[in-house]
């Protein structure tokens, strides 16, 4: 399974990027995504993920104002559309899939098993 992830770039504070994840190789009948985030020096954070049932959860919850995460099935793309962009967005940006049995399991970060290259998100002030 690859996945490769795109969409980063440099933008001014209150822009917008809208990162994507195509996911190939050997695909699953149901998976679940993430999108994560790290910081040179910093642990790696959990900002968003989609179950296989279509349900999402971000963290913080608060998150969701600003960043949305979508999937289109049809071209096994994850999206992650992020608005009023902050410095402190800063990061490179990973998504990774898990493949799941029940539609809407969500799994712990640690579980997730396939990842993207990382793409860097660079906001300027």
Do not use: H
């Not at 296989?52 to 969701?64: A, E």
């Not at 009023?84 to 990061?91: F, G, M, V």
Request: proline share 4%; charged share 20%.
């Amino acid at each position: 399974v690859q996945l490769q992830a795109s969409g980063g770039g440099l933008v001014q504070a209150g822009g917008s990027l809208n990162l994507s994840c195509a996911v190939s190789g050997r695909t699953f009948s149901s998976y679940a995504t993430g999108w994560f985030r790290q910081v040179p020096g910093k642990e790696r954070e959990l900002l968003a993920t989609m179950r296989w049932s279509g349900r999402t959860t971000y963290y913080p919850d608060s998150l969701k104002a600003r960043f949305t995460i979508s999937r289109d099935n049809a071209k096994n793309t994850v999206y992650l559309q992020m608005n009023s962009l902050k410095p402190e967005d800063t990061a490179v940006y990973y998504c990774a899939v898990d493949q799941v049995f029940y539609s809407d399991y969500e799994p712990s970060p640690w579980e997730y098993e396939y990842w993207g290259q990382g793409t860097l998100v660079t906001v300027s002030s």
